[in-house]
């Protein structure tokens, strides 16, 4: 079984909808984070949550808003889908007390299309 | 502020050939340089990671890379390509106390021509 998981792993929505992108993880990480990912662009980070109270924006978080419901699960959400959110997302969680290498575990992405 | 820099967005090379995929970073203190996989459909994979050990860094599948600070770079080698090598690769950098953030380059596409 995989240790991080996202749902949908597909979605195509309309322009104006809100999208919610879930991510559960087994692996008993405190730390999570959301990316998207852009042709010729990498990954770029959206969010981060080092633990279910603590909450901080990434690089590019304007109209994005997540939820951190429990340690295993995060949440993130368009609450105005725009074309321009097309993209891959990916969910990835790292373990605290191996911060001295900081290696990030991934989801298998949601491929997400706004029309 | 740390950024890294992958030079070429699509590398081709045939079956049994050198593969060479070239990253170079900017910070200003030792960093924590990645090496990740990416394989049609699927997340990222971590290949290799320095973390200021050995400079010569071995990873899965026959990749490694070196760590030169002198030239800023990490890149990423593999001596004989195989089909299976075919992925997007991604070079990443993160400081000790930057939080577990980490920043990506753009990628570089391998293609494995038989």
């Known amino acids: 079984d995989a240790d991080v998981t996202q749902t949908p792993r597909n979605r195509i929505t309309k322009t104006g909808k809100r999208i919610m992108l879930e991510c559960s993880q087994t692996?008993?990480?405190?730390?999570m984070y959301w990316y998207r990912q852009d042709p010729g662009l990498g990954l770029r980070l959206i969010y981060y949550?080092?633990?279910?109270?603590?909450?901080n924006k990434g690089e590019i978080s304007d109209g994005y808003s997540v939820s951190r419901q429990a340690q295993a699960k995060f949440s993130l959400s368009l609450e105005s889908a725009i074309p321009n959110q097309t993209a891959l997302y990916f969910c990835?969680?790292?373990?605290?007390?191996?911060?001295?290498?900081?290696?990030?575990?991934f989801g298998p992405g949601t491929r997400l299309t706004v029309l | 502020a740390q950024s890294v820099t992958q030079l070429g967005s699509h590398v081709s090379v045939s079956e049994g050939a050198l593969v060479l995929l070239r990253c170079n970073y900017s910070?200003?203190?030792?960093?924590?340089l990645f090496w990740y996989v990416q394989y049609p459909n699927q997340g990222l994979q971590l290949l290799l990671k320095?973390?200021?050990?050995?400079?010569l860094v071995k990873g899965i599948n026959g990749f490694e890379a070196e760590f030169k600070k002198s030239e800023t770079s990490f890149h990423l080698t593999k001596p004989s390509a195989h089909m299976s090598d075919a992925a997007e690769y991604f070079c990443?950098?993160?400081?000790?106390?930057?939080?577990?953030?980490?920043?990506f380059g753009s990628g570089t596409r391998l293609s494995i021509r038989p």
């Open positions: 910070s200003s203190v030792p960093p924590y």
């Open positions: 692996k008993g990480h405190d730390r």
């Open positions: 990443a950098v993160t400081l000790y106390s930057s939080a577990s953030k980490i920043i």
């Open positions: 949550s080092f633990d279910v109270k603590d909450i």
């Open positions: 990835a969680t790292s373990d605290p007390d191996r911060l001295a290498d900081n290696e990030q575990f």
């Open positions: 320095y973390t200021s050990a050995a400079t």
